[in-house]
C-alpha cells in the first residue's frame, strides 16, 4: 500500500460506521489444550459409575469413625444415596472433625447422619 494516498478519515469511518466487533464470540474457538483436557477429565469423572459397596454395621462404621477421630485420620464415606438418575455417588474423602448426638462432622462443618453411612474405610 502507498503509504502518501493514507486517509486517517476513511480509517475512522470505517471503525465508526461499518465494523462492528463481534467480542468474546470471536474467542470462542480458541480453547487451551489444559483447558479442554480438563473438560474432558470432568466429563468422564460426571459419567463414571460408582457401585454400591457393602452395607456395614453400625458397630463397625461407629467403631471406625471414632478411631479416625482420635487419630485425625482421613476415611471414605460412601452414604446410603442416590443421584438423580438413580446411580450411587462417589464417595467422600473427608476426615471427621466432631460428633454430635447421632450425626458427625466433616469438611464444610457439614452434619452426617451415622444412620445415612453404607460403609466407611480408611485412608
Given at each position: ?32 489444550s ?86 466407611v474405610?480408611?485412608?
Amino acid at each position: 500500500m502507498n503509504n502518501d494516498h493514507f486517509d486517517m478519515d476513511v480509517v475512522n469511518n470505517f471503525f465508526e460506521h461499518d465494523y462492528h466487533d463481534r467480542g468474546m464470540v470471536k474467542w470462542q474457538g480458541f480453547y487451551l489444550s489444559d483447558h479442554t483436557a480438563a473438560l474432558n477429565k470432568q466429563e468422564a469423572k460426571d459419567q463414571k459409575v460408582y457401585h454400591p459397596k457393602s452395607q456395614q454395621s453400625l458397630e463397625t462404621i461407629t467403631t471406625i469413625l471414632a478411631e479416625a477421630y482420635q487419630r485425625h485420620r482421613a476415611v471414605s464415606l460412601q452414604l446410603n444415596e442416590l443421584d438423580a438418575n438413580g446411580n450411587q455417588l462417589p464417595d467422600i474423602q473427608t476426615h471427621v472433625y466432631g460428633y454430635h448426638s447421632d450425626k458427625i462432622i466433616i469438611d464444610d462443618e457439614k452434619a452426617v447422619s451415622i444412620d445415612d453411612i453404607r460403609h466407611v474405610e480408611r485412608i
